[in-house]
């Protein structure tokens, strides 16, 4: 069986139609990475 990645269009289609979007290890601590991109996309309406 194979697999392949979703194309850019696919991934861009899925991110524009989600409402709820998890992101793993997030931290409370505003300097790591998982803390910024959590808030950047709450900023944008996830």
């Known amino acids: 069986m194979s697999w392949n990645n979703p194309s850019h269009a696919e991934i861009r ?12 290890g997030l931290s409370a601590n505003p300097d790591k990475t998982s803390y910024q991109i959590a808030k950047l996309m709450q900023a944008n309406g996830y």
């Open 13 to 24: 289609e899925i991110l524009e139609s989600a409402k709820t979007i998890a992101v793993v």
